[in-house]
């Protein structure tokens, strides 16, 4: 009796395992909530994506993801990044000839985020101004003597914060 018992309880224990394993999904969710990236995009590839963004404006994820939830549009910061995409998308395509790839995304021949961004999520030029790693003379026309070496154009060091 005891026996035949405990022979139920583990067909039925294994039926359970085997079950969950039968209903696990091949591979991560899809992305249920894009607008401006091209809509086959794997997980991997959308993850590919993520982590350059991230490098180029020094952040870390949840600077636009509410955590734990990247589907979710609850904050500016990923707005604005849709925006950003749609810019430098846009300036690729007219100024570049930036020409989609077969994920349907912009091969990379301009711009990108980093172009701009160079690890700051503030590329503004008020910030650029003020920072001291501008040189002497960047920003202040008349400052005197000639540019340092490299001038304006010398990338600022990566960002401290
Ligand atoms: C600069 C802002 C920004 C950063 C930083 C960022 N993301 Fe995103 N992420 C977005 C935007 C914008 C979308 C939506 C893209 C669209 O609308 O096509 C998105 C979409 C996603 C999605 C798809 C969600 C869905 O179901 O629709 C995942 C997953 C994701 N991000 C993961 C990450 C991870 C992991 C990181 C950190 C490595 C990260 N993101 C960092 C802006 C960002
Ligand atoms: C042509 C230059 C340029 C490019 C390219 C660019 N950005 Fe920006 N981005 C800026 C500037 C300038 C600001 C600051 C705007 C402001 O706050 O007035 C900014 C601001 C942002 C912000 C808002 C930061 C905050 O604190 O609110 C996000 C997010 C962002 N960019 C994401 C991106 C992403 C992602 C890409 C690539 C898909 C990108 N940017 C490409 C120039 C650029």
Not at 65 to 77: I, L, Q, S, V, Y
Not at 119 to 141: C, D, I, T, V, W
Request: hydrophobic residues 30%.
């Amino acid at each position: 009796m005891i026996n035949k018992k405990l022979f139920i309880t583990m067909g039925l224990s294994s039926l359970i395992v085997f079950g969950a394993l039968a209903s696990m999904p091949p591979e991560p969710e899809k992305a249920k909530n894009l607008k401006v990236l091209p809509k086959n995009l794997t997980h991997d590839q959308i993850e590919t994506i993520m982590r350059k963004w991230t490098r180029a404006l020094g952040v870390r994820c949840n600077f636009c993801h509410e955590r734990g939830n990247n589907a979710a549009d609850t904050k500016k910061e990923k707005e604005m990044a849709r925006e950003m995409f749609k810019m430098t998308a846009k300036i690729n395509s007219k100024y570049f000839e930036g020409k989609k790839d077969s994920l349907g995304m912009m091969s990379e021949s301009g711009i990108a985020c980093i172009t701009c961004h160079r690890g700051s999520a503030h590329p503004e030029l008020k910030e650029l101004l003020s920072a001291p790693q501008g040189g002497p003379g960047f920003g202040r026309p008349g400052a005197g003597g000639p540019p340092p070496q490299g001038g304006a154009g010398t990338p600022p060091p990566p960002p401290t914060k």
